[in-house]
């Protein structure tokens, strides 16, 4: 059983569309997150969420908006796609305070 | 920006070595810092953690040493194998943010 699944892994769009990736975790966290990994491994978090409330939503552009359904889901929408959008985005799972559960990652290619 | 930040983007050791990762922290008020290791194509993984108590913790062919004296830890692993080869990084617990990690590589 797969804890925390995000799909698809691969995503290949042009510059202007809008596309989701989707997140579950099956272990019962609280907590979950995503992170955007550039080509240098730099890993940068984007939003946590506790329980359905977003808790860290750190410096990104609006057209990225996470949405949580349930605490067992977070998903991850972009609008207007750019290329510098193009990377590997993780979603992770936690309990409050504990260490994180990640996702197999999305690799996003703009063009 | 981060709370916590390794000292080197790069590590290269012989199979065999030791293998030394050293990490600073800036927020005395971490609970405790967790090691994760991410393999090519993978995400990131657990390794180890060590709560702010603690000076010490080991576990399989590793090692973790708080200082917090000078808000330092770094990580240490025994006979390094090929299959060390990742990108590590350090986190406090109370931000999760994990920026620029190290990559060890290790030589044949």
């Known amino acids: 059983d797969t804890a925390v699944s995000q799909t698809p892994k691969y995503l290949v769009t042009q510059m202007g569309n809008d596309k989701s990736i989707k997140c579950e975790q099956n272990?019962?966290?609280?907590?979950m997150y995503w992170y955007k990994q550039d080509s240098k491994k730099f890993l940068k978090i984007m939003f946590s969420?506790?329980?359905?409330?977003?808790?860290i939503n750190e410096t990104v552009p609006n057209r990225f908006s996470p949405k949580s359904p349930d605490k067992a889901h977070l998903n991850l929408h972009i609008n207007s796609l750019e290329l510098g959008d193009s990377a590997v985005y993780f979603c992770?799972?936690?309990?409050?305070?504990?260490?994180?559960?990640f996702g197999q990652g999305t690799r996003l290619t703009v063009v | 920006g981060e709370s916590v930040g390794l000292h080197l983007p790069t590590l290269s050791v012989q199979e065999g070595d030791n293998s030394i990762i050293n990490c600073a922290y800036s927020?005395?008020?971490?609970?405790?810092f967790i090691w994760y290791k991410q393999e090519s194509g993978k995400g990131p993984q657990f390794i180890i953690d060590i709560r702010s108590n603690m000076d010490k913790r080991q576990g399989q062919r590793v090692t973790v040493l708080l200082n917090k004296t000078v808000k330092h830890l770094s990580l240490q692993i025994a006979a390094t194998q090929p299959g060390d080869s990742a990108v590590y990084f350090c986190?406090?617990?109370?931000?999760?943010?994990f920026g620029a990690g190290t990559r060890l590589t290790v030589k044949p």
């Open positions: 272990l019962g966290h609280d907590t």
């Open positions: 927020n005395s008020a971490s609970d405790y």
């Open positions: 992770a799972s936690s309990q409050v305070g504990g260490e994180a559960f």
């Open positions: 969420y506790n329980n359905k409330e977003l808790i």
């Open positions: 986190v406090s617990n109370n931000d999760m943010r």
